[in-house]
């Protein structure tokens, strides 16, 4: 006996050209969520999300706006956090 399938399109959706998430790297053993989302609020930055991956010296945070995340790219990469220089990236 023969089972033919039916042919299955399977759709998936175009992969992000830009994001509203940040990667916050070399974060200080004693940086928290908190001093995160005041070193990244400010004008025009509304923060959404803070994620500190506890034990990892790094982070996410998302804003409101693939600007504001951009923005913040271009404002605070480079500068000191809780006595580290922190390295920011589009994630």
């Given at each position: 006996m023969l089972f033919i399938r039916p042919e299955v399109k399977?759709?998936?959706?175009?992969?992000p050209t830009e994001s509203d998430v940040v990667f916050?790297?070399?974060?200080?053993d004693e940086t928290t969520a908190e001093?995160?989302?005041?070193?990244?609020?400010?004008?025009?930055k509304a923060v959404t999300r803070v994620r500190r991956m506890e034990g990892r010296p790094f982070g996410f945070v998302e804003f409101s706006s693939m600007d504001a995340a951009a923005a913040a790219v271009d404002e605070?990469?480079?500068?000191?956090?809780?006595g580290n220089v922190v390295r920011i990236n589009l994630a």
């Open positions: 399977i759709e998936r959706p175009p992969p916050c790297g070399n974060l200080n001093s995160m989302e005041a070193f990244f609020n400010g004008p025009g605070l990469s480079g500068q000191e956090l809780d």
